[in-house]
């Protein structure tokens, strides 16, 4: 009888542990099976460009990324700061951001002296930064500026307190890696500064001058919003020139990759 009992005991502390590693290895697999679910979403969209170019390709990427942060931004109805009773997303075009994230991410050491034509060396990047987006979602510049658009934590917590509804990540190295993050304080980025410069410039500005507008933005994004301020309203219409030299460098170079894409 004894002999009997020990037996059942043995026999029912195997059954609980075969039950407990079921459980264990149902959890693994559902893991495994979410990770390659994410890994298949990322790179879906080269399956959907198959036939085109390299570069174009990773064009495309970029404008998926944006296309994905922007439809964030509209589910948490994200008001903009810049233009009153529209949401973010409509306000700030996913252009402007794709070729901010080129820019940020050339080789300018290449751009400047390469004997290569300089659209060879954005459609280059272009490739590079979708080939290797883990790479380039963990770039840490020499100043601290991190990810694939370069920002740095001070303005990173000034946007994330800013824009509350956009729920960014509140550790910045976090959010830097992760990529439609990264594009969503971006383009919230790009509106508070469009906030600050309309404030200051609103009356002597038309929609015909959006492409001024533009090249005001993008030298904010590069040195600041009151760097540009001070250069408009000291210099008009030479405003460019009292800038720094890495923002006249960056001006340049926007312009040859708005041409391309």
């Given at each position: 009888?004894?002999?009997?009992?020990?037996?059942?005991?043995?026999?029912?502390?195997?059954?609980?542990?075969?039950?407990?590693s079921n459980v264990l290895c149902k959890k693994k697999i559902k893991k495994n099976y979410f990770n390659c679910l994410?890994?298949?979403?990322?790179?879906?969209?080269?399956?959907?460009?198959?036939?085109?170019?390299?570069?174009e390709k990773e064009l495309c990427y970029l404008e998926t990324l944006l296309a994905e942060a922007k439809r964030e931004l509209k589910k948490s109805k994200v008001s903009s700061r810049a233009a009153s009773g529209k949401l973010v997303a409509d306000v700030i075009p996913s252009k402007i951001v794709v070729a901010i994230s080129i820019n940020e991410n050339i080789d300018r050491k290449l751009f400047k002296k390469s004997k290569l034509s300089k659209s060879k060396i954005?459609?280059?990047?272009?490739?590079?930064?979708?080939?290797?987006?883990?790479f380039y979602s963990r770039r840490v510049s020499s100043?601290?500026?991190?990810?694939?658009?370069?920002?740095?934590?001070?303005?990173?917590?000034?946007?994330?307190?800013r824009y509350?509804?956009?729920?960014?990540?509140?550790?910045?190295?976090?959010?830097?890696?992760?990529?439609?993050?990264?594009?969503?304080?971006?383009?919230?980025?790009?509106?508070?500064?469009?906030?600050?410069?309309?404030?200051?410039?609103?009356?002597?500005?038309?929609?015909?001058?959006?492409?001024?507008?533009?090249?005001?933005?993008?030298?904010?994004?590069?040195?600041g919003a009151h760097r540009v301020k001070n250069a408009v309203l000291n210099h008009g219409s030479n405003w460019e020139k009292h800038l720094p030299l890495e923002t006249r460098i960056y001006l340049k170079n926007f312009d040859e990759i708005w041409k391309v894409i």
């Open positions: 009888n004894e002999s009997q009992k020990k037996c059942s005991r043995i026999s029912v502390k195997i059954c609980k542990n075969v039950k407990k994410k890994n298949i979403k990322k790179r879906a969209r080269y399956l959907k460009v198959r036939n085109k170019k390299n570069w954005i459609k280059k990047t272009m490739y590079e930064i979708g080939s290797k987006y883990d100043d601290g500026a991190k990810g694939l658009f370069q920002q740095i934590s001070s303005s990173y917590n000034v946007i994330s307190k509350p509804g956009a729920r960014l990540k509140k550790n910045f190295n976090k959010g830097m890696r992760i990529e439609r993050n990264a594009a969503k304080a971006s383009i919230l980025h790009l509106d508070n500064d469009l906030e600050f410069l309309l404030k200051k410039f609103k009356k002597n500005f038309s929609k015909s001058d959006i492409k001024i507008m533009r090249r005001y933005l993008v030298a904010s994004y590069n040195c």
